[in-house]
């Protein structure tokens, strides 16, 4: 089984300050084309998730500039610079090939 | 506006079957590899399936293989997910996707009770 293993699980963050989630992979994400597919997903209270980061560090269309991603193989990293009220949440990391892990989840919750 | 509305949810007891429907619109879904994914009450997101653009490419996590088939009708833009001999474990919230996760639904609950 491929497993995607996320850290911390819980985050608390002064508003302003910033924020770093781990997701570390069992095996590499690199694909045959060269490509390394790993997604961030942003799921706020009550609704649905949204796709943050795309190919480890493509943000998506309206994604506020705060929010980066990088990494390469098996570890990658999703970093807030400076927290908002807004990104109170639970953040998961996902594989984009079989079997489509995703992560625990980190909840991030303002101190 | 790009949309994704699920239905299909409910309550069936252990055993019964389910039928879940994804309606898109403001996209046309056969340019796209689609999934299914659900999430357990309070738990965290498990992808359940896929299917590429044409429908002849189908994957399924482990715990479902033999009782749930991805399904698609490009004519009608919908996406299908066809739930048998359902258990208790399979409770959750069901959304339908995009493949890469740039389009979601709103989700339809389903419950496994007796």
């Known amino acids: 089984d491929v497993v995607m293993t996320q850290s911390p699980l819980s985050l608390p963050v002064t508003l302003g300050q910033p924020a770093s989630i781990s997701c570390k992979s069992s095996?590499?994400?690199?694909?045959?084309?060269?490509?390394?597919?790993l997604n961030w997903f942003q799921q706020r209270p009550g609704q649905s998730p949204r796709r943050l980061i795309y190919?480890?560090?493509n943000r998506d269309s309206g994604v506020p500039d705060r929010f980066s991603g990088s990494g390469s193989g098996t570890d990658f990293t999703l970093k807030i610079s400076r927290v908002e009220a807004e990104d109170v949440g639970i953040y998961y990391c996902?594989?984009?090939?079989?079997?489509?892990?995703f992560g625990q989840g980190t909840k991030l919750e303002i101190k | 506006e790009v949309q994704l509305v699920e239905s299909g949810g409910g309550l069936v007891q252990p055993g019964g079957s389910l039928r879940l429907s994804c309606a898109a619109s403001?996209?046309?879904?056969?340019?796209?590899?689609m999934m299914w994914v659900r999430q357990p009450p309070g738990k965290g997101l498990e992808w359940v399936a896929n299917?590429?653009?044409?429908?002849?490419?189908?994957y399924y996590v482990d715990s479902v293989k033999g009782r749930f088939t991805i399904s698609r009708d490009n004519a009608e833009n919908a996406l299908y997910l066809q739930m048998n001999n359902l258990r208790v474990e399979d409770t959750a919230v069901y959304y339908c996707?995009?493949?890469?996760?740039?389009?979601w639904g709103q989700g339809t609950t389903v419950t496994v009770s007796s």
């Open positions: 996707a995009e493949k890469e996760g740039a389009v």
């Open positions: 403001g996209f046309t879904i056969n340019n796209y590899w």
């Open positions: 299917t590429n653009e044409d429908g002849r490419s189908k």
């Open positions: 095996q590499t994400l690199v694909h045959s084309d060269g490509n390394t597919y």
């Open positions: 190919k480890v560090s």
């Open positions: 996902r594989r984009s090939s079989y079997p489509y892990t």
